[in-house]
């Protein structure tokens, strides 16, 4: 697992689109099947796995314990990026707190050609051909991921196996 504030670059451009099995919704939430899943609000960003091999990116959240967070939500959800073709991870602000560690801030497909640009969003729901998935998050650490699929899976309340809805 790579720290919160490493660096890393795998690979070149992918001119392919990417398949995904949700929408980007408002560049900060995300919907699957009819659901809307607050990244931003109801979830804690945990952390991410690298199988460099597999070339796979598991990128982990949680369900926030806040009180505005409905008690049906997901518990636990999991953004899994296969064929990782690039990888940046950007640096957090040294003096951030937990709670910006933890908090997506945005969420945006972004085109491959533009990788020297990583502060900025386009809203659009689905990826466009040669998208980056990129995410910010409030401590200022951007993750910049190219990749053939990404499949997002949830676990339910008192759910042991996840459920899992592949990508179209």
């Not at 929408?23 to 900060?28: E, K, L």
């Not at 689905?126 to 053939?148: A, T």
Request: aromatic share 8%; proline share 3%.
């Amino acid at each position: 697992m790579l720290g919160l504030g490493m660096s890393s670059c795998v690979s070149t451009l992918d001119n392919k689109t990417m398949k995904v099995n949700f929408d980007i919704i408002d560049n900060h939430a995300i919907a699957i099947a009819g659901r809307h899943i607050d990244l931003h609000n109801n979830f804690d960003f945990v952390g991410f796995d690298y199988d460099v091999a597999g070339s796979v990116i598991q990128l982990h959240w949680k369900k926030s314990s806040g009180d505005w967070v409905d008690k049906n939500e997901f518990s636990s959800l999991v953004l899994i990026h296969k064929g990782v073709t690039f990888l940046r991870v950007i640096e957090q602000d040294e003096k951030s707190t937990y709670g910006d560690d933890s908090c997506l801030s945005e969420i945006t497909f972004f085109p491959s050609t533009a990788r020297g640009i990583n502060d900025s969003i386009v809203p659009q729901s689905k990826p466009n051909e040669g998208d980056d998935m990129l995410y910010f998050f409030e401590n200022g650490q951007r993750i910049r991921i190219h990749c053939e699929q990404i499949e997002l899976r949830t676990t339910r309340p008192n759910e042991i196996s996840d459920l899992n809805i592949r990508p179209a």
